[in-house]
């Protein structure tokens, strides 16, 4: 059976438009309904940490190693390329320089260097070619429901299917997390079906800090499941849209949370409800340093 082909934003010619469920978001949701809507409704802005930083420069670094050669995918032209990519983010991302000092850069670029070090120990760039990379992926359920996603690199295997690889910069999750990032997973499983006929043959989280690799193999039985509960989280999303009723959900992830200062459990006020149609729906993921997907 034939594969069709993925695209980009790029390909496609424009970038995705309209409201849409991705996977960052739904958790936000699950986790506090508040800070889903400061993030994705009125787009309060977070200042970028220096993990995230560090996550967006060393995914811009392994994006551009394939797009060398395959033959030049080694350890030492991967080095090259970490000064370039960091000067593209300074220039698109000026704020940068305010985490980053020149007296610091030094240290950053060698921690860069590390992560990048242990993806070479996990498999060899050199050895095949990506289907995609920096891969924009959106669906509609048949309820409706629109879902859409970036993954970092899309592999085909020897009989066509689809393997998904996501890098994260962080360390493997304790039982915590563990559940989140298989959320992931499953949501990326999901667009990939429905926008294809057939589920990925496995999706990857390779998460660099310790080397270490999460693998899902995904079934369409469960993924069908799994599709009733993102549909029941949109359904949930656009009520409380309509309502104005996202309220803060108290935890101890409260501690990892930028907006305190807003938040009613810690003595502050949302800001007054964006009013209008356009404003006041629910928005899919945006390109931002914090917390976002690719870290």
């Not at 082909?5 to 949701?29: V, Y």
Request: glycine share 8%; hydrophobic share 40%; aromatic share 8%.
């Amino acid at each position: 059976m034939s594969v069709p082909a993925i695209t980009t934003p790029e390909t496609e010619g424009s970038a995705p438009r309209g409201p849409a469920l991705s996977p960052s978001r739904a958790i936000d949701f699950k986790q506090c309904p508040l800070k889903y809507r400061l993030r994705a409704i009125d787009r309060i802005p977070e200042k970028p940490s220096r993990i995230a930083v560090r996550g967006t420069l060393v995914h811009s670094v392994l994006e551009a190693l394939f797009g060398l050669p395959a033959g030049e995918r080694d350890m030492d032209h991967a080095l090259t390329l970490i000064v370039p990519a960091w000067e593209r983010l300074r220039a698109g991302r000026p704020e940068v320089d305010e985490l980053i000092a020149a007296a610091d850069l030094p240290a950053f670029v060698a921690e860069v260097q590390e992560l990048v070090g242990v993806y070479f120990r996990l498999e060899d760039p050199s050895g095949f070619e990506p289907d995609s990379c920096e891969t924009y992926i959106e669906t509609e359920l048949a309820d409706g429901t629109p879902l859409r996603g970036i993954v970092d690199r899309i592999d085909r295997t020897d009989g066509g299917a689809l393997r998904v690889i996501d890098y994260k910069t962080g360390r493997a999750p304790g039982v915590a997390y563990e559940t989140r990032a298989l959320f992931q997973l499953k949501f990326y499983a999901l667009v990939l079906m429905r926008m294809f006929g057939s589920a990925p043959a496995e999706l990857r989280l390779m998460y660099l800090a310790d080397g270490t690799t999460l693998s899902y193999e995904p079934d369409a039985e469960e993924l069908d499941r799994f599709e009733r509960i993102v549909s029941a989280l949109w359904a949930a999303i656009t009520t409380a849209a309509e309502t104005g009723d996202f309220p803060p959900n108290r935890s101890w992830m409260c501690q990892f949370c930028e907006f305190k200062d807003l938040c009613p459990e810690f003595g502050g006020t949302p800001p007054p409800f964006p009013s209008g149609e356009t404003e006041s729906r629910p928005s899919g993921e945006t390109e931002c340093l914090p917390a976002g997907d690719s870290a």
